[in-house]
């Protein structure tokens, strides 16, 4: 399930205790938006942004992005409040914060078939994105993208990882760039998506662009923001170029005539066309179709042969 999960390329925080930023997020043009109780909420306004987030929930049920609540942490006093809160009206599920060890994420989804259970929801419904956010959660990425069915995505949090590591953070993000990869490395081996810090800057849209070409390179799928100004500049990085999407089609026009020859590699321009490569254009085709910047999905059957 958690490998066919719409796609995500930006996820928005939302401040819980904010209630002019929460009636603005059917307008957001992002694909997720995480709604926040932790950070972004003082402990005297916890109580008051788990009503604010389960009132703007029950009016917005028809909405065109994906809803995840990011709750306190599992060892706080207030997750539990948060859940309880929030589930009822059914968000798409939770932005797990210090998410340290796969136990963390085994407790939650533990609690969270409770609820679907005692709420009469299927079994399932609710995902999780564990935040990978200390030098612990780095070396226990693995486990933890292995930990729960519910885990669609591995998130990145650097500002908290950075503290752990008791270093500074750049705007050039050497000191990032193992944590980074090892996320990476969990998030492909389990078969889900790989969601990348934020970039706090607002006001760099070229340094926002520059980084996000980079975890791109590394092979994340989205990235998490700040302010609703930056969707346009990560929409724009994660899309597939024009030249990207014609050179894939060139190589599933290629791999079919190489079926019909009874043949897996072929040649085009030049260049040896095999299962790798075909693989990544593949990736390229879905992705574009996801985004509708072609007209007809891949037919994956016809690409790898039947089994």
């Given at each position: 399930?958690a490998?066919?999960f719409?796609?995500?390329?930006?996820?928005?925080?939302v401040?819980?205790?904010?209630?002019?930023?929460?009636?603005?997020?059917?307008?957001?043009?992002?694909?997720?938006?995480?709604?926040?109780?932790?950070?972004a909420?003082?402990?005297?306004?916890?109580?008051a942004?788990?009503?604010l987030?389960?009132?703007?929930?029950?009016?917005?049920?028809?909405?065109?992005?994906?809803?995840?609540?990011?709750?306190?942490?599992?060892?706080?006093k207030?997750?539990?409040?948060?859940?309880?809160?929030?589930?009822?009206?059914k968000?798409?599920?939770?932005?797990?914060?210090?998410?340290?060890t796969p136990e963390?994420?085994?407790?939650l989804?533990?609690?969270?078939?409770?609820?679907?259970?005692?709420?009469?929801?299927e079994?399932?419904?609710?995902?999780?994105?564990?935040?990978?956010?200390?030098?612990?959660?780095?070396?226990?990425?693995?486990?933890?993208?292995?930990?729960?069915?519910?885990?669609i995505a591995?998130?990145?949090g650097a500002?908290?990882?950075?503290a752990?590591?008791?270093?500074?953070?750049?705007?050039?993000?050497?000191?990032?760039f193992?944590?980074r990869?090892?996320?990476?490395?969990?998030?492909?081996?389990?078969?889900?998506?790989?969601i990348?810090?934020i970039?706090?800057d607002?006001?760099?849209?070229?340094?926002?662009?520059k980084?996000?070409?980079?975890?791109?390179?590394?092979?994340?799928?989205?990235?998490?923001l700040?302010?609703?100004?930056?969707?346009?500049?990560?929409?724009?990085?994660?899309?597939?170029s024009?030249?990207?999407?014609?050179?894939?089609?060139?190589?599933?026009?290629a791999?079919?005539r190489?079926?019909?020859?009874?043949?897996?590699?072929?040649?085009?321009n030049?260049k040896?066309?095999?299962?790798p490569?075909?693989?990544?254009?593949?990736?390229?085709?879905?992705?574009?179709?996801?985004?509708?910047?072609?007209?007809?999905?891949?037919?994956?059957e016809?690409?790898?042969?039947?089994?």
């Amino acid at each position: 399930m958690a490998k066919n999960f719409k796609l995500i390329r930006s996820l928005l925080y939302v401040p819980g205790n904010m209630p002019s930023m929460l009636q603005n997020i059917p307008i957001f043009d992002c694909d997720g938006v995480i709604i926040d109780l932790e950070d972004a909420v003082p402990i005297n306004e916890k109580d008051a942004a788990r009503i604010l987030v389960k009132s703007f929930l029950k009016i917005f049920h028809d909405r065109k992005q994906l809803i995840f609540i990011r709750i306190n942490p599992i060892d706080s006093k207030w997750w539990y409040e948060d859940l309880k809160a929030v589930l009822p009206e059914k968000p798409d599920g939770i932005r797990l914060p210090k998410a340290d060890t796969p136990e963390i994420v085994e407790r939650l989804d533990t609690v969270l078939t409770e609820f679907e259970e005692e709420l009469g929801f299927e079994i399932g419904h609710f995902k999780i994105i564990p935040s990978i956010e200390s030098a612990l959660g780095v070396i226990n990425s693995i486990k933890i993208a292995r930990s729960s069915k519910r885990v669609i995505a591995l998130a990145f949090g650097a500002e908290d990882y950075t503290a752990s590591m008791e270093i500074e953070r750049t705007k050039s993000g050497e000191e990032l760039f193992h944590a980074r990869t090892r996320v990476v490395w969990a998030a492909k081996a389990a078969g889900i998506q790989a969601i990348d810090t934020i970039f706090a800057d607002v006001s760099d849209m070229d340094g926002l662009r520059k980084e996000t070409e980079l975890i791109k390179k590394l092979g994340f799928t989205g990235k998490s923001l700040v302010n609703p100004r930056q969707i346009d500049v990560v929409h724009d990085v994660f899309a597939p170029s024009k030249e990207e999407i014609e050179y894939a089609l060139q190589v599933v026009e290629a791999i079919e005539r190489a079926r019909e020859m009874g043949t897996g590699v072929v040649s085009l321009n030049g260049k040896m066309v095999d299962a790798p490569v075909v693989r990544r254009a593949v990736r390229v085709l879905k992705t574009a179709y996801s985004l509708g910047l072609i007209d007809e999905d891949i037919d994956e059957e016809v690409i790898y042969g039947e089994e």
